[in-house]
């Protein structure tokens, strides 16, 4: 199973890009890569999905290497509403996601 | 299209009691799974439900069970609550709950117990 690894927690301020990585060595050729957002006692929202290169829509950027053992997630310009935990989750056999700890963005005016 | 419903909301119970949770998936979505989230543990996998059958399930005691109805709504029960069951429960639904495929989440059901 791909396990994913990204930083426990960081800090930004308004108006800043934030790019956060994921690592996940064992990725199957199958895997796509999927970025999710969550807000305190919210359930997590999906951001992002990818499989290659690079991938844009209205809220982030997903930027994968060639290799894919790695993705970053870019969030241009965030503001303090981008406050949140990000999951990085790498699709898993069995249908069983996990979602590890997630990166705990916190941004500053 | 209404998202994921879960109720209720808020559950405050006392150690060795039962409780029910209550989802209701997007409609015409066929799998619905469920999650425990805690401080400590973060987001763990109960189990995943998919045409009223159980296909996939976390590694929990046999206390936390679950079902789904033919219209896709689920439910899942905790019997003899303990003070570690205190959490925030999570229910997602997707279309098929295939591989890979985009999870849409409730809002939880915060449980508490004394």
């Known amino acids: 199973l791909a396990k994913t690894t990204q930083p426990i927690s960081m800090d930004s301020y308004e108006g800043q890009e934030v790019n956060i990585t994921c690592s996940h060595n064992?990725?199957?050729?199958?895997?796509?890569i999927t970025w999710y957002q969550q807000f305190p006692s919210q359930g997590p929202r999906f951001i992002i999905q990818?499989?290659?290169t690079k991938v844009t829509n209205e809220v982030a950027s997903l930027f994968i290497p060639a290799d894919r053992k790695s993705s970053t997630l870019s969030l241009p310009r965030v503001s303090l509403s981008d406050t949140a935990v990000y999951y990085c989750?790498?699709?898993?056999?069995?249908?069983?996601?996990?979602f590890g700890r997630g990166t705990s963005l916190i941004v500053h005016p | 299209k209404a998202g994921v419903t879960q109720t209720p909301r808020y559950l405050i119970k006392t150690r060795g009691q039962q409780v029910t949770l209550s989802c209701s998936p997007i409609s015409g979505h066929r799998s619905v799974s469920w999650y425990q989230q805690t401080p400590g543990q973060g987001l763990q996998f109960l189990f995943e439900?998919?045409?009223?059958?159980?296909?996939n399930k976390g590694n929990f005691p046999g206390r936390f069970s679950g079902r789904q109805f033919s219209n896709s709504r689920s439910e899942m029960n905790v019997s003899t609550l303990e003070l570690g069951d205190s959490a925030l429960y999570l229910c997602?639904?997707?279309?098929?709950?295939?591989?890979?495929?985009?999870?849409?989440f409730g809002s939880g059901t915060q449980l508490s117990v004394l």
């Open positions: 439900y998919f045409s009223e059958t159980q296909r």
């Open positions: 997602a639904s997707s279309s098929e709950g295939t591989y890979n495929e985009k999870l849409f």
């Open positions: 064992n990725i199957a050729t199958n895997d796509y």
């Open positions: 990818g499989y290659k």
């Open positions: 989750l790498v699709g898993e056999r069995g249908n069983i996601p996990t």
